[in-house]
C-alpha cells in the first residue's frame, strides 16, 4: 500500500479497506482508500517528517477539509490495545 495506509496504525484491522475504491479514485489499486474517514492524527501518522509527507503523497477527502469530530486520545489508545490483543 501506498500512502497514508501503508502508515495507518489500524492497517491490520481494516487492510486498506476498498482497493478497487482506491483505483477508482487515484488510478492506483495500491493508493490509499479516499473514503477513509480517519485523520492523519488519528491514524497515528505524526504532523511533521517524512511520515507526513509520505500520508500526502495521495491527498484523501478527510486531508482536505478534516471532520469536525476528533476522538479523545484515551478512547484510541483503548481501542488500539483491545485490537492488538489486550482483555477489555
Excluded: H
Amino acid at each position: 500500500m501506498k500512502g497514508r495506509c501503508a502508515l495507518c496504525r489500524w492497517k491490520a484491522i481494516c487492510n486498506g479497506n476498498l482497493r478497487v475504491r482506491a483505483e477508482s479514485y487515484f488510478g492506483d489499486p495500491w493508493a490509499p482508500d479516499p473514503g477513509c474517514y480517519l485523520t492523519d492524527a488519528e491514524c497515528g501518522i505524526p504532523e511533521d517528517g517524512p511520515e507526513a509527507d509520505r500520508a500526502v503523497e495521495f491527498p484523501v477527502p478527510v486531508q482536505i477539509e478534516p471532520p469536525d469530530r476528533v476522538f479523545p486520545p484515551e478512547l484510541l489508545e483503548r481501542a488500539f490495545a483491545l485490537a492488538e490483543g489486550a482483555t477489555p
